[in-house]
C-alpha cells in the first residue's frame, strides 16, 4: 500500500491565499483579518518590488504564518541555486520555479536539507492552446502539464502547480510518484468569475481531483469580509476531503 502524501492534519492549512494586492499596507490589513482563520500567505511578484517588502515578510514569519514565495524563477542554474538558497535562509514554506529541467534540478540543490518545498509550475493557468501556441511550443497543453510533472518529479521538486482541471490524481500516476505535492491555483466558489484563469475549477472539484492545497487570491481578498469568505472554501474543501482521503 502506497504511503499516504505528508499533508497537514487540519485542512484550512491546505489554503493558501494569495496577497495580490498593491500595497504593503493592503497586505499587512488583510493577513490581520485573515488571522485565525488562514495562516498560509502567498507573497509574488505584486509586492515583491514594493518598498517595505522585505519588513512585512520578516513580519508575516515572526508571527508563525507559512509563507508561499511566488518568485516563479527563471534563469541561469546558479542564479536559482543561490535564490533558493536565500529563500531557504528567510525561513519560507514553498517557492516556485519554472519547469525547465536545469532550473529545478539546480533548484533543489539549493534548497538542501532545509525545509523549503520546491515547486515547479507546469503550465500557467492563464495559458490555454492558442497561448501556447504563441510561446512556440507545439505540445497541447495536457501533453506539457504531463511532460513536466514527470521532469519534476526526476529532478527532485517537492511539488508542481497545475490546474484543477489537469487532474492531479493522474499527474502523480503519470510522474510515477505518489508523494507529489500539487497546489492549484485558478480556483473559483461556483457562481464567482474565472477571471484570467482558463482551467478553474471549484474548491470541491479540485480537492476530488486530489489537489492538496489550493490557492485562491481575488474570491477572498476582494470579499467584503475576507475572513468569511475563506472559511466558507475551507468548509468547502472539508467536505470534500472527507470523501477524497489522500492515498
Same mark, same amino acid.
Given at each position: 500500500?502506497?504511503?499516504?502524501?505528508?499533508?497537514?492534519? =487540519? /485542512?484550512?492549512?491546505?489554503?493558501? #491565499?494569495? %496577497?495580490?494586492? $498593491?500595497?504593503?499596507?493592503?497586505?499587512?490589513?488583510?493577513?490581520?483579518?485573515?488571522?485565525?482563520?488562514?495562516?498560509?500567505?502567498?507573497?509574488? %511578484?505584486?509586492? %515583491?518590488?514594493?518598498? *517595505?517588502?522585505?519588513?512585512? %515578510?520578516? &513580519?508575516?514569519?515572526?508571527?508563525?504564518?507559512? /509563507?508561499?514565495?511566488?518568485? =516563479?524563477?527563471?534563469?541561469?542554474? &546558479?542564479?536559482?541555486?543561490?535564490?533558493?538558497?536565500?529563500?531557504?535562509?528567510?525561513?519560507?514554506?514553498?517557492?516556485?520555479?519554472?519547469?525547465?529541467?536545469? /532550473?529545478?534540478?539546480?533548484?533543489?540543490?539549493?534548497?538542501?536539507?532545509?525545509?523549503?518545498?520546491?515547486?515547479?509550475?507546469?503550465?500557467?493557468?492563464?495559458?490555454?492552446?492558442? *497561448?501556447?501556441?504563441?510561446?512556440?511550443?507545439?505540445?497541447?497543453?495536457?501533453?506539457? #502539464?504531463?511532460?513536466?510533472?514527470?521532469?519534476?518529479?526526476?529532478?527532485?521538486?517537492?511539488?508542481?502547480?497545475?490546474?484543477? +482541471?489537469?487532474?492531479?490524481?493522474?499527474?502523480?500516476?503519470?510522474? *510515477?510518484?505518489?508523494?507529489?505535492? #500539487?497546489?492549484? $491555483?485558478?480556483?473559483? $466558489?461556483?457562481?464567482?468569475?474565472?477571471?484570467?484563469? =482558463?482551467?478553474?475549477?471549484?474548491?470541491? &472539484?479540485? /480537492?476530488?481531483?486530489?489537489?492538496?492545497?489550493?490557492?485562491?487570491?481575488?474570491?477572498?481578498?476582494?470579499?467584503?469580509?475576507?475572513?468569511?469568505?475563506?472559511?466558507?472554501?475551507?468548509?468547502?474543501? +472539508?467536505?470534500?476531503?472527507?470523501?477524497?482521503? $489522500?492515498?
Amino acid at each position: 500500500m502506497t504511503a499516504p502524501r505528508n499533508l497537514p492534519q =487540519k /485542512i484550512e492549512d491546505r489554503l493558501i #491565499v494569495a %496577497l495580490d494586492v $498593491p500595497s504593503i499596507r493592503e497586505a499587512r490589513e488583510l493577513a490581520a483579518r485573515l488571522d485565525g482563520v488562514a495562516g498560509f500567505l502567498k507573497l509574488g %511578484l505584486w509586492l %515583491l518590488f514594493a518598498e *517595505g517588502f522585505d519588513g512585512l %515578510l520578516a &513580519e508575516l514569519l515572526r508571527q508563525g504564518k507559512k /509563507i508561499f514565495l511566488d518568485a =516563479k524563477m527563471f534563469d541561469i542554474g &546558479e542564479t536559482v541555486k543561490e535564490g533558493v538558497r536565500r529563500a531557504a535562509e528567510r525561513g519560507v514554506s514553498f517557492l516556485t520555479v519554472h519547469g525547465d529541467g536545469e /532550473i529545478m534540478k539546480r533548484a533543489c540543490e539549493g534548497r538542501a536539507d532545509s525545509g523549503l518545498k520546491i515547486f515547479a509550475i507546469t503550465v500557467l493557468t492563464s495559458l490555454g492552446e492558442e *497561448g501556447l501556441e504563441d510561446l512556440g511550443s507545439q505540445a497541447s497543453v495536457a501533453e506539457l #502539464v504531463r511532460r513536466r510533472a514527470r521532469l519534476a518529479a526526476l529532478c527532485g521538486c517537492d511539488g508542481i502547480i497545475a490546474a484543477p +482541471r489537469d487532474n492531479p490524481d493522474e499527474l502523480r500516476r503519470l510522474a *510515477g510518484s505518489p508523494q507529489l505535492l #500539487v497546489a492549484t $491555483p485558478g480556483v473559483r $466558489p461556483a457562481g464567482t468569475r474565472s477571471d484570467d484563469h =482558463k482551467r478553474a475549477a471549484t474548491p470541491a &472539484e479540485a /480537492i476530488a481531483a486530489g489537489a492538496d492545497y489550493l490557492i485562491v487570491g481575488r474570491p477572498i481578498i476582494r470579499s467584503a469580509d475576507p475572513a468569511q469568505a475563506a472559511a466558507r472554501i475551507i468548509e468547502e474543501m +472539508r467536505r470534500a476531503a472527507e470523501g477524497n482521503a $489522500p492515498q
